[in-house]
């Protein structure tokens, strides 16, 4: 068993030593070369955290969009097919307010990234952002 360790332990010195090497070899990557691949930039040009959080936005809201409006119509659903029962009931009310608070948070988002984006062009005139 001793000799088993021994063996175990060299082979994992061994390739804690020489692991780091091949993240520097990985690194020598010429920007031009044929054999140095680049990802594009999926944002495009503009890289601030502002046209972030605005694509990020503008590619979140139409999806939760739809789906604020599938659970509005879920809501109406359940309330229709309670029948009168009070649990069932509930359980429809508790879905339309918390379907409510979600459109809420989300129209909130939409309206604090353009308050806070306006604000930053107020406080900064020479360099204003897109608020798109």
Known sequence: MCKYNKQIYFFL??????????????????PGSPTCATIPNPLGADTT???FITTLLDTIFPIASL???????????????AGGNEE????????????????AILLGAKVLSAVICG???QLNPLMPLSCS
């Open 13 to 30: 010195t061994v390739v804690l030593f020489l692991a780091p090497l091949l993240f520097t070899f990985a690194a020598v990557c010429v």
């Open 49 to 51: 955290i502002v046209s």
């Open 119 to 121: 604000t930053i062009n």
């Open 88 to 103: 069932k009931l509930s359980k429809a009310r508790q879905a339309f307010l918390w379907t409510v608070i979600g459109v």
């Open 67 to 81: 789906v604020s409006v599938f659970f509005l119509i879920f809501a109406g659903f359940l309330m229709v097919t």
